[in-house]
Structure formats: C-alpha cells, structure tokens
C-alpha cells in the first residue's frame, strides 16, 4: 500500500481498476473479478465472510425494525442485500424479526448466489452492485456501508 500510495500522491482510489489490491496482488483485475478468476481464494474469501460475519451486528440489530420495516408493511419485498455474499446477514435478519408476508432478496454475482444456501423466503438474483439496482419499488435501502467500503476497492 506505501508503493500505491507513493505514486498516487497519497490521493484516495477513484478506479475499482487503480487501488492498492493491484498493486498487492500483481493483477490488472478488481478484488472481485480476481476472485472470480480465482474460484478457490473466492470460495476461501466467502467462508472467511460468512464466519467474520456471525460476529458482527447487522443493520437491523441497530435499526428500530418495527417501527420503520414492520408497522404498515403489506407484503411485497421488504429487504434486497445488495452484494449479500451466501445469504448470512439476510438469514440473520430473517430469523430475528420474521415477517410472513414479506419476500427477502440475496443480490451478489452469479457465481455467489448459486453457491448461496438459501431457502424461502430467501431469492437470489445475480446482479453487479456497480449497475444500476433492477428491484424497484418501495421495499427499505438498508446498506452495511462498513462492509460495502471494505469490498470496494
């Protein structure tokens, strides 16, 4: 990172495509186009996800679930996880406040939400978070920005 940073004028990454994980790993590719290239350091990366995970709080551990998600919500999707890797934290959410009516939606690439064990309520769909979000409607926009940031780049 000191070498990136060097000839970057110590200046942030603006490029998926110029950041330090190039410089580190010695690819032209983004953290997860190597993954993908890489399917044995991606399956490691989603076990490592999934375990670090468990541990962390979720957005809705510290959201009031009720009273913004819950209290007047008719069925429909309630919750997209936007690059929700193996469905963890949905489950998660899922089995904290269950909501019969409510469809849950797992978002990650393909290679990802194929290999997600989910189950219903749970729906995967491949989607690549740097286009635009093809779910529209009035479900809640809840990001893990720590999470999102931490994969970015």
Same mark, same amino acid.
């Given at each position: 990172?000191p #070498?990136? $940073? *060097?000839?970057? &004028?110590?200046?942030?990454? $603006?490029?998926?495509?110029?950041? %330090?994980?190039?410089?580190?790993?010695?690819? /032209?590719?983004?953290?997860?186009?190597?993954h993908?290239?890489?399917?044995?350091?991606? *399956?490691r !990366?989603?076990?490592?996800?999934?375990? @670090?995970?468990? #541990?962390?709080?979720?957005?809705?551990?510290?959201? %009031? =679930?009720? #009273?913004?998600?819950?209290?007047?919500?008719?069925?429909?999707?309630?919750?997209? /996880? =936007?690059?929700?890797?193996?469905?963890? &934290?949905?489950?998660?959410?899922? &089995?904290?406040?269950?909501?019969?009516?409510?469809?849950?939606?797992? +978002?990650? !690439?393909? #290679?990802?939400?194929a290999?997600?064990? =989910?189950? *219903?309520?749970?729906?995967?769909?491949?989607?690549? !978070? !740097?286009?635009?979000?093809? @779910?529209?409607?009035?479900?809640? &926009?809840? +990001?893990?920005?720590?999470?999102?940031?931490?994969?970015?780049?």
């Amino acid at each position: 990172m000191p #070498e990136w $940073l *060097e000839n970057h &004028d110590y200046k942030p990454p $603006l490029n998926t495509l110029d950041c %330090p994980w190039q410089t580190g790993v010695g690819t /032209d590719l983004d953290f997860f186009g190597w993954h993908q290239a890489n399917p044995v350091q991606g *399956e490691r !990366f989603n076990a490592v996800m999934q375990g @670090v995970a468990s #541990e962390w709080k979720t957005p809705m551990d510290l959201y %009031p =679930v009720q #009273e913004r998600l819950i209290d007047g919500f008719e069925g429909g999707v309630l919750v997209v /996880d =936007v690059g929700g890797g193996l469905g963890h &934290d949905l489950q998660r959410i899922i &089995d904290r406040d269950p909501v019969p009516a409510a469809q849950y939606i797992l +978002q990650d !690439f393909a #290679e990802i939400v194929a290999a997600a064990p =989910v189950k *219903e309520p749970i729906t995967t769909m491949a989607h690549d !978070f !740097f286009t635009d979000q093809p @779910v529209q409607g009035q479900y809640k &926009d809840i +990001q893990n920005c720590g999470e999102l940031m931490l994969t970015r780049c």
